[in-house]
């Protein structure tokens, strides 16, 4: 099995890439969000839980509800504009105060989004899809 990210070779059941740190699905091995919940590829979803106390947490807690463990590291934060607490930098909504962030610009046009992405030195084509086995 090959990483879909960086394509390093990786033993047939891994769910983290050792080489890039990409999440993997844990059925299909498709690449997925950090603290991921569903794999949008196959449809597979799991619960996650602290590695320290093994109680399940939310993929929007920070910290776990059992033992204190700080999750900051694993993940990019920003601040909310409605009521200043750290989120999820990937949510729409945030978990606190239920305050909306508004998409107030989008790229659609590919080649400008490859240009962008070639100027900061980012992969511009999502790499081949591996065969089935």
Avoid: Y
């Avoid at 947490?57 to 601040?79: K, N, Y």
């Avoid at 990937?90 to 239920?98: F, K, L, T």
């Avoid at 989004?113 to 999502?126: S, W």
């Amino acid at each position: 099995m090959h990483c879909p990210t960086c394509h390093a070779t990786l033993p047939d059941d891994a769910e983290m890439c050792d080489a890039c740190n990409q999440e993997l699905c844990p059925q299909c091995h498709a690449a997925i969000p950090p603290r991921a919940t569903m794999c949008l590829n196959c449809g597979a979803s799991w619960t996650l839980t602290c590695p320290d106390c093994g109680q399940t947490v939310l993929p929007i807690d920070l910290r776990c509800p059992a033992c204190g463990l700080s999750f900051e590291g694993d993940e990019v934060t920003e601040e909310c504009p409605h009521c200043g607490r750290e989120m999820p930098e990937d949510v729409d909504v945030c978990p606190h105060c239920g305050g909306e962030l508004k998409i107030i610009a989008a790229i659609l046009k590919t080649p400008v989004v490859e240009r962008i992405l070639t100027h900061l030195g980012l992969q511009a084509r999502a790499p081949p899809r591996a065969a089935d086995a």
